[in-house]
T-cell receptor, first 115, second 109 residues
């Protein structure tokens, strides 16, 4: 499968613990996006990278959230001191090109449950 | 601010009936509109985008700038069309997708 992959697919954690998710984009895609989706809502933008540079962060991304894409390939999203409100599906997408209008290809998501 | 509104959470039709999933948007610039679809147990995938003016799986969507709408239509629904449909907006001034809340289409035999 040459599509976007995400690991783990499911994560259950206790409140206050730290979690880290990984996203592997389609090879050679220069842009990588993170979105969050809660029940009954559409995906909401969190942040995006162009190569290794993080160019935009949503106000939804509190100080407890950090994302990296160190070599311009895979990306990690870390949530520190998780809260129950962090429970959601975390989606990664990648695209090729400089324009924001390029088609984004989505991964299967990581479902986070905070107990 | 950019905003996408999908007024229907659920649309239920019989096989062979026409389908129209509504999408309205708010954006002051020149938008690009998309329809993404998520079939059961599958990932979100692009169905169509207004700039390509294609018909995909029998679906079409026309951008109406006067009414700020991008409704998705299909003349004869099929059971395999049952899925979650999201309308999304992008623009030259912002580098992300803004999604609506989605409409679940259920096509019954």
């Amino acid at each position: 499968d040459t599509g976007v992959s995400q690991n783990p697919r499911h994560k259950i954690t206790k409140r206050g613990q730290n979690v880290t998710f990984r996203c592997d984009p389609i090879s050679e895609h220069n842009r990588l996006y993170w979105y969050r989706q809660t029940l009954g809502q559409g995906p909401e933008f969190l942040t995006y990278f162009q190569n290794e540079a993080q160019l935009e962060k949503s106000r939804l991304l509190s100080d407890r959230f950090s994302a990296e894409r160190p070599k311009g390939s895979f990306s990690t999203l870390e949530i520190q001191r998780t809260e129950q409100g962090d429970s959601a599906m975390y989606l990664c997408a990648s695209s090729l090109g400089l324009a924001g209008r390029a088609e984004q290809f989505f991964g299967p998501g990581t479902r986070l449950t905070v107990l | 601010a950019q905003r996408v509104t999908q007024p229907e959470k659920l649309l239920s039709v019989f096989k062979g009936a026409p389908v129209e999933l509504k999408c309205n948007y708010s954006y002051s610039g020149s938008p690009e509109l998309f329809w993404y679809v998520q079939y059961s147990r599958q990932r979100l995938q692009l169905l169509l985008r207004h700039i390509s003016r294609e018909s995909i799986k029998g679906f079409t969507a026309d951008l109406n700038k006067g009414e700020t709408s991008f409704h998705l239509k299909k003349p004869f629904a099929q059971e395999e069309d049952s899925a979650m449909y999201y309308c999304a907006l992008s623009g030259i001034s912002f580098q992300k997708l803004v999604f609506g809340t989605g409409t679940r289409l259920l096509v019954s035999p």
